[in-house]
């Protein structure tokens, strides 16, 4: 994949005109250039079409107003040969010869030898058969006195007794239209040429750049450099849309990493004393002498540290799988009230034991999408801690609808958290002072947080005036 990669700035270190051809070549190369140049061919085809199509139409019309000019003028001279004969038609043609028309007509009366007895024409045109119908012939006329050939189209017919008559007109005009026309053509052609290149070769490298920039960002992105991202230019268009989805994602991957890591880390740092300790106890039992009770006690000892470890490490897993997790915005939707009710019954006897009043105020049909094991997770946690670290009084579970939010709260009326800790206590391992004594391992509130994240939720912990009020919003299920 590599090798076919799109990379301009690598001709950089190119001499100049190497360089620039360089470029130029993987211009030609790319799909964008490609792709502009079709378009241009299709878009100078239908120019040079319709410009055809033009010039075509002109002369056309051109040329048979001249004709229709010609026909006229033969077919009248032809009935004033037929009412008077040579002579009169000698004399018309003679008269219509002498004054200047304005509009260049030529005629010629001959004998059937072809010596001409009147017209502005000095001769049978060279080289031209007589005959009825349609010719082409060139005229001799003086321009600053001196002779130029120009081109003519006329119409002859064989008179009875054998004269010819022959009307034309010089087409040098006309010609001169044509040929002007052409040239037009041609440069219009070339212009359109040239325009379109021009333009195709600018659109194509603004694509190109565009793809560079997603190219350099993924390669700086393989490099290592997890936390670049590829810029956007602001005009919302398509690339934009592309460089927003693949900056999701790489904040995705980044934030997978990061997590990833974070465990690692976790486990090394806070694994590594528990277990340093279970092997020292246990090497301890195996070296001591003692009797068969001391050595048991030690055994249980040592299980039940393993068993913590155990603990530690599935919250661990469990934060992990609720933070790599997809998020679950497409997943079934479920009623929270529902979640909270099973859960609130659960740690109903427990919770009397320890002097609390549990109470559920839930609004029915409070849907939300996702998981419903780990919400379900998430609540037992926040419960268990109330139950923890608060003395007995009202334990109170809240599930409402506010600004089109689901919203679900447990408060209690414990010790509470201070207002600079609300944020730490999320972190993992993380355990206040005055709860040091109590079992646990920090880790609750991590997986409440990785689990209303994971639901595009969010958490927040107050002040219960007295004790803790933790709120968990969520985004409400449309179905
Ligand atoms: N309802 C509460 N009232 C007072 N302090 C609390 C309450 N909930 C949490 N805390 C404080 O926040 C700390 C972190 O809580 P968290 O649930 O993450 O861990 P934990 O309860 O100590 O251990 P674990 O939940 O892993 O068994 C607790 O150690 C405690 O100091
Ligand atoms: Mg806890």
């Given at each position: 994949m590599v090798s076919d990669k799109i990379h301009l700035p690598a001709a950089r270190s190119l001499p100049s005109p190497r360089r620039f051809f360089e470029r130029q070549r993987r211009l030609v190369r790319t799909h964008a250039f490609r792709l502009a140049a079709l378009y241009f061919l299709v878009f100078a085809a239908s120019v040079l079409g319709v410009l055809c199509f033009v010039y075509w139409t002109s002369a056309d019309f051109v040329e048979r107003q001249t004709e229709a000019t010609i026909d006229t003028d033969i077919t009248g001279l032809a009935e004033q040969y037929a009412q008077r004969g040579l002579s009169g038609l000698v004399q018309i043609v003679a008269a219509r010869s002498a004054?200047?028309?304005?509009?260049a007509m030529l005629y010629l009366v001959t004998d059937p030898d072809g010596?001409?007895?009147?017209?502005?024409?000095?001769?049978?045109?060279?080289?031209v058969p007589a005959g009825n119908g349609w010719l082409s012939f060139t005229v001799e006329v003086r321009v600053q006195r001196k002779p130029v050939s120009h081109p003519a189209r006329g119409s002859m017919i064989i008179m009875p007794g054998g004269y010819r008559l022959l009307v034309g007109r010089d087409i040098s005009d006309a010609a001169a239209f044509r040929d002007r026309v052409k040239l037009t053509l041609l440069w219009s052609g070339m212009v359109a040429l040239g325009v379109g290149l021009l333009g195709g070769a600018a659109m194509s490298r603004n694509l190109l750049r565009r793809v560079e920039l997603v190219n350099r960002t993924s390669e700086r992105v393989m490099a290592g450099n997890l936390s670049d991202r590829v810029p956007l230019?602001?005009?919302?268009d398509e690339f934009d849309l592309l460089a927003v989805n693949l900056n999701r994602m790489l904040d995705q991957i980044e934030r997978l990493m990061t997590a990833m890591r974070e465990v690692t880390d976790d486990v090394a740092h806070d694994l590594k004393t528990p277990l340093s300790r279970l092997r020292a106890r246990l090497e301890l039992a195996l070296i001591e002498p003692g009797d068969a009770g001391a050595q048991s006690e030690a055994i249980r000892v040592a299980i039940d540290e393993a068993d913590r470890l155990l603990v530690t490490f599935n919250a661990l897993l469990r934060i992990a799988e609720a933070e790599a997790g997809a998020v679950v915005d497409m997943a079934a939707p479920f009623d929270l009230a529902e979640v909270a009710r099973a859960a609130v019954e659960l740690y109903e006897p427990v919770a009397e034991e320890k002097g609390f009043v549990l109470t559920l105020t839930a609004e029915p049909q409070v849907d939300i999408r996702g998981d419903r094991h780990l919400l379900s997770q998430a609540l037992a946690n926040l419960l268990d801690n109330a139950i923890k670290y608060a003395d007995g009084g009202a334990l109170e579970v809240r599930v409402f609808r506010a600004d089109a939010r689901a919203v679900l709260e447990v408060a209690d009326h414990g010790p509470g958290i201070p207002q600079n800790n609300r944020e730490i206590?999320?972190?993992?391992f993380v355990r206040l002072e005055p709860s040091?004594?109590?079992?646990?391992?920090?880790?609750g509130l991590s997986l409440v947080r990785a689990v209303v994240h994971r639901h595009l939720g969010t958490i927040a912990l107050a002040d219960n005036h007295p004790g803790l009020r933790a709120r968990l919003e969520f985004p409400m299920s449309c179905v």
């Open positions: 004054g200047d028309s304005g509009e010596r001409p007895l009147a017209g502005n024409i000095s001769g049978w045109p060279l080289g230019d602001g005009t919302g206590v999320f972190d993992r040091r004594s109590t079992p646990g391992n920090g880790l």
